[in-house]
């Protein structure tokens, strides 16, 4: 059926092809995160749990949700794994970082029964053309119904930045999965993408007409297509760099890295080694589409 798609992978391209290359090409696995995806994965879990309590009838409280939060901590942290990249900032920060999201998101919702939770961390396939050669997936952290009839898409953000409603009106990522969810609840029914900026304690939301949304098919497209003609894959300076788990590979930084695999390898022995790597690990799927 050809490679699936997903928003991150279309924004790995966007952002930086060399790591595009090394991720998705190349197949070199990841071996450390940053400690701002770890707490993020957290959150997550611990408000998918929490969604799951509530759809059996059982609300948890807070206190209880704080605690199993700092079990789920203890249990998967791993210092050798996870960077912190901001020099100076203690790691109890982030630690009270997570539990401060939690704290506020649970105070704003309580008692969770202003919708009606359709699906949790639910997996989307879908195709953007007729004859589906162009396939999309993407995990949406939740789906609701609102007491409206609206169908709501729900993302968790835990990063300290909250954008613009133009920037949140342009976004791709929710009104994709907009897309793959018309094939299940209808086009004929209202949908509303919803940013829980966990961090802030702040909502954000935005609608698309079919207008915008077949726009959206036609650039998609376009980028997949650009993706495939592309044969090089130049690396580019963002503000992410350094929060890149390839940046000791990267040629952009070999000579800060003078011992680096980067610094000592042609591209030709670094793409034989990426390779033979990527065949010994067993991808995580999930970690694209996020």
């Excluded at 788990?245 to 040629?251: F, R, T, V």
């Amino acid at each position: 059926m050809g490679t699936l798609y997903s928003h991150s992978r279309l924004s790995s391209f966007e952002n930086c092809p060399k790591q595009f290359e090394f991720r998705y090409i190349l197949k070199v696995p990841r071996e450390t995160e940053s400690v701002e995806a770890f707490v993020g994965k957290r959150v997550h879990e611990i408000l998918e749990r929490l969604y799951l309590f509530v759809g059996r009838g059982q609300i948890p409280g807070v206190e209880k949700v704080v605690d199993r939060y700092h079990k789920l901590w203890e249990e998967t942290w791993d210092p050798e794994r996870v960077r912190i990249v901001r020099e100076g900032t203690p790691l109890a920060f982030y630690r009270e970082l997570g539990e401060r999201c939690l704290r506020g998101y649970y105070a704003r919702h309580y008692p969770f029964d202003e919708d009606e939770t359709l699906g949790i961390e639910k997996r989307v396939v879908f195709p953007l053309d007729e004859a589906g050669e162009y396939r999309m997936q993407g995990i949406i952290d939740r789906i609701s119904r609102a007491r409206d009839g609206t169908i709501e898409v729900h993302d968790y953000k835990t990063g300290a930045r909250v954008p613009s409603q133009q920037r949140l009106d342009e976004d791709r990522q929710l009104a994709l999965y907009q897309i793959g969810l018309a094939r299940e609840y209808g086009d004929d029914v209202p949908y509303r993408l919803v940013w829980h900026f966990v961090a802030r304690n702040q909502i954000r939301t935005s609608t698309r007409t079919p207008e915008e949304l077949a726009v959206l098919r036609e650039k998609t497209i376009e980028r997949i297509d650009e993706i495939r003609r592309t044969t090089v894959f130049p690396p580019r300076k963002i503000a992410l760099c350094n929060w890149c788990e390839y940046k000791p590979l990267c040629p952009l930084y070999a000579e800060a890295h003078p011992g680096s695999e980067a610094a000592a390898e042609t591209p030709a022995e670094e793409a034989r080694r990426g390779s033979v790597a990527a065949r010994d690990v067993k991808r995580n799927e999930q970690l694209d589409l996020l």
